[in-house]
């Protein structure tokens, strides 16, 4: 017998933020009154996270009704390649391999680490790679780019 849950699994912890980076940030995610209680797993910025990020999946039992209540930690240190426009997405799977999934998100702004954030039009921006998303500020790109503009 399968039952699946109610509603979409719910995300807790991680304050609205901002956050600063290398700051450890925890957040919980449950998926209520199913069953058998589906697995959860957490995702940051659409990529799985480090499996030793998490904790165990806890399964409570509701004894009235019979039904499971899923429950999973995650645990991490901001890093800089994490964040991308000064903002950080954390989004949790409730799922049965082939048969369902639900999901839930939660954005939360990060600072850098002397305070001020990377949102858009801000003196700092984030660029893209694959080792990471090194800091660098506008005058610095433009200097960069100038002798590809002016040959």
Known sequence: MLDLPDSQPRLVGGDAG????????????????ALPAPTLTFYINDQPVDPEWEDND?????ETSGLETSHKSLHFKLRP????DGLLQVKCVASY?????DSSDITFKVLS???SGFPLGSQEFVLQGDAGRPQAS???LLLLLTPVFFR
Do not use: F
């Not at 391999?97 to 999934?101: A, E, F, K, Q, V």
């Open 18 to 33: 901002p956050y600063q980076l290398h700051q450890v940030v925890t957040i919980n995610c449950s998926s209520h009154d």
């Open 58 to 62: 806890q399964v409570i039992l509701n």
């Open 81 to 84: 390649s994490m964040v991308a």
């Open 97 to 101: 391999p082939d048969l369902y999934w």
């Open 113 to 115: 680490g002397h305070g």
């Open 138 to 140: 506008i005058p610095l």
